[in-house]
């Protein structure tokens, strides 16, 4: 079974420029989430997607970051404009279905160095 | 969400076991303990979930007091490759938001 995929692996920008993620979930789940890791924490949810709705975007800085799951399979996640504090790991992650929220499969990440 | 607390770091030689203990004081009635293991540049994997006494699977056990105000993970006879961060959650099977906090950084030394 394919795992969750996630590309760029990494990205470099400069501050105020764009930058976009891209995340395939495992086929056949409904739940999508995107996580933000900083350097020594753990990671923190941004945005939750049930099929192609958010569920919860609460921890979204929504003047700078957006989401979108159109076809509820894969999702896109962007920035614009980056900050400095934006340099993290962005982690994708799936579930099968919401009465199994707490068991996620996650992707590799993708690498945001912000300059 | 239940508040965790884990050890920030521990130290294993291979072939021991490793007990990683997480308490969780104000655990709910309806809320498991789910363990996830993070190796470096990879997203956090999903090891073990219980509800109640032990659990046990191909890669660790879980053990939970009656009370369930701590859990412990336990991983047999490590190697090297078991370094990692482990991340201790609680809350109920279908929660959104999973609370990960900083984890135990767990550092198997030959």
């Known amino acids: 079974e394919a795992g969750v995929a996630q590309s760029p692996r990494y990205k470099i920008i400069e501050k105020r420029q764009s930058v976009a993620f891209w995340c395939n979930p495992i086929s056949g789940h409904a739940t999508l989430y995107w996580y933000q890791q900083i350097l020594g924490q753990g990671p923190k949810l941004l945005i939750q997607f049930q099929n192609n709705g958010v569920v919860d975007d609460s921890q979204l800085p929504k003047d700078r970051f957006s989401a979108e799951r159109l076809k509820g399979v894969d999702s896109t996640l962007k920035i614009q404009p980056a900050k400095l504090e934006d340099s993290a790991v962005y982690l994708c992650a799936s579930s099968l279905d919401p009465g199994q929220a707490n068991i996620q499969y996650f992707g590799a990440g993708t690498r945001l160095s912000v300059l | 969400l239940a508040k965790t607390t884990q050890p920030i770091s521990m130290d294993s030689y291979e072939g021991q076991e490793v007990n990683i203990t997480c308490s969780h004081n104000?655990?709910?009635?309806?809320?498991?303990i789910t363990w996830y293991q993070q190796f470096p540049s990879q997203g956090p994997r999903f090891i073990i979930q219980?509800?109640?006494t032990k659990v046990t699977n191909e890669v660790a056990s879980l053990f939970i007091p009656a009370d369930r105000k701590s859990s412990t993970l336990s991983l047999p006879r490590v190697s090297l490759s078991d370094t990692a961060v482990y991340y201790c959650l609680v809350g109920e099977a279908g929660a959104n938001n999973l609370f990960f906090g900083t984890g135990t950084r767990l550092t198997v030394i030959p």
């Open positions: 219980g509800y109640k």
């Open positions: 104000n655990i709910a009635t309806n809320d498991y």
